[in-house]
């Protein structure tokens, strides 16, 4: 007997209808097409919801032409949210066929397997989820403060800590003091910027177009990172103090510009007032005496000297969040960690680590953050596809209404680095970049926040000039490692167009400080570097400017819907769409079509046919040559010429008279 062909398209409204993340209660049409002589003896659909029991449904024969089969069934979403899972089972001719998610777990097209296949996913969301809507629109900018400016006159570094170390000048490369023989850092090095620098600065960010900063943490703590809390109530004295940073928000308010801090509570300092190691605090640590009223924060295994860290860093313990003190300190009192910042006019917060958080613990911390302020904004460091992380054997419920706004989207980061670089073509880009609009709901794929540099990975501009991985060189040769001239000249090319798919593509883009002026270094402490003042690459930045400008005009370029164009191996792009006046969340907005395409081949030109019919049949403008170019039948013929991403948009007029904004 002939193999049957069989065909499910997970990407496709007529195998399954709506497409991708649904709302508790919704149905759900999935069909199956099979190609076979002999008609199939049983077809069913295998079911089943995230940690509970399985259920077959039977498929019934729709539609049959000659030997073209079509079996459909309806089912109805769960009422309460998580994940469906699903493939079917072909019996034919008294031979069992399973049909699943591609070997990739990609979605879309599925495959035949003779065993029990990877699963089609389904994310069921709250019938309430939403995001607030500002930050779907927003233009977002990463400050690590010691890094960025210094706002005293004559440079002065305030309130100096033991054993740190000061670099004489601004420009230097930061570096780690390590004890040889341990590795542990012996003492950090600060280079003086504060937050009355990044006060100075913000008319710079307004300028840029920046809408938001997202601080790294800004609490007082022994090191330059501030990722070993000390005290989560008070500012680190280096960057100023609370009185000044709520004059920063206040400040930043009036220009439109709203902060959002990073919260770290899965873990504070040793050398703190909870811990207290050290010995530096007047109140009694948990390090000191069980009589603490931190001590049940953290877990002893031989007291004091053994306890539980993160990652094995004993400058880092554990706390334990789940603790009702703990709570109680950051979430609930009249004071919490939480609400006293809220009140100084903070927009939201980043979860550090958020996979190390229980989730009843980030659920309670939304929970109390929206009824502080219903439009503040969560966001978790999350570095996979977020709709369906597994944490410690528990499957976490981040994009089903409960928990949080939004996720760094490290997936996409890589998604547009393989592209970019080389590794993956246009069609493979499609499947990945269609894999997170369908898991993601809808309120989520338009909320993330969407970076390429952070102070966890090497800067973007290292890695698109094609550096050797830092694996082949020394930690002396990274520190050295400077990009020639070629190498400059490719990188800012690719910086462009890269930059370009984050400020027309869903989500919130997110520069990490300096990326906009070309800024070089490989990982931790490297892509740390102070920000070049007075020596920036002007040409990339005007190019930034005129980007984030250009999406802070068309609405279009915001919250417009998504449409994926995989065209050449080297070719790819996407229509942003708003039609019928409103944009994919029922908004009103004027009528657009946006047509992105870049050309990631170094050194060959490419010209190539796309089929726009569908979304546009008038003239659109090449917003950069502003060349007007002609769609004839349904067909736009373009030539992209080496390393170049082109914007084309319909110019159109709101019915107030006003341009699309």
Known sequence: MDEPRILHNSHDLFFRDPFGAVRCGQKIKLSLEICSVLPPDKVVLRLWKYGTTEEKVPMYLVTGMGDKMIFSCEITAPQSPGLLWYYFIVTLNGVTLYYGNNGANL????????????????TVYKKDLSTPHWFKDAVMYQIFVDRFFNGNEDGQLLNLKKRCYLYDHWEETPYYRKDPETGKTV??????????????KLPYLKDL??????????????????YDTADYKKIDAMFGDNELFKELCQRAGKMGISIILDGVFSHTGSDSIYFNKEGHYPELGAY????SPYYSWYTFYNYPHEYECWWGIDTLPNVNENDPSYQDFIIYNKDSVLRHWMKTGIKGWRLDVVDELPGQFVKNFRKVMKEMDEQSVLIGEVWEDASNKISYGEMREYLLGDELDSVMNYPLRDILLSFFLGHDNAWH????LMSLYENYPREHFFATMNMVGTHDVPRVLTLLGDAPPAHTLSKEEQICY??????????????KMLSLFQMTFPGAPCIYYGDEVGMEGYGDPLCRGTYPWGSENKQLLAWYKKIIFL???????RTGSWISLPIA??????VRLIKNGKDVFGRKQPNNTALVLFNRSINRRINVSVDVGKWCSDKLTDIFTKEKLSIKKGLLNISLAPLEGKLLIKEVTSSHGGKDN
């Open 107 to 122: 979605g879309g097209s599925g495959q035949v397997y003779r065993h029990q296949p990877p699963s089609f996913q389904v």
């Open 187 to 200: 003492c950090f090095d600060f280079f003086g910027g504060n937050l009355l620098g990044v006060m100075k």
């Open 209 to 226: 177009g920046i809408n938001t900063i997202y601080f790294n943490p800004i609490f007082e703590a022994p090191s330059n990172h501030k």
């Open 288 to 291: 000191q005496s069980k009589e």
């Open 429 to 432: 880009t499609h499947h990945r």
């Open 482 to 495: 400077k990009l020639n001239e070629h190498q400059k000249d490719l990188a800012i090319k690719r910086l």
């Open 551 to 557: 999406r802070n005009t068309y609405a279009v370029l």
């Open 569 to 574: 191996d080297d070719v790819y792009g996407y």
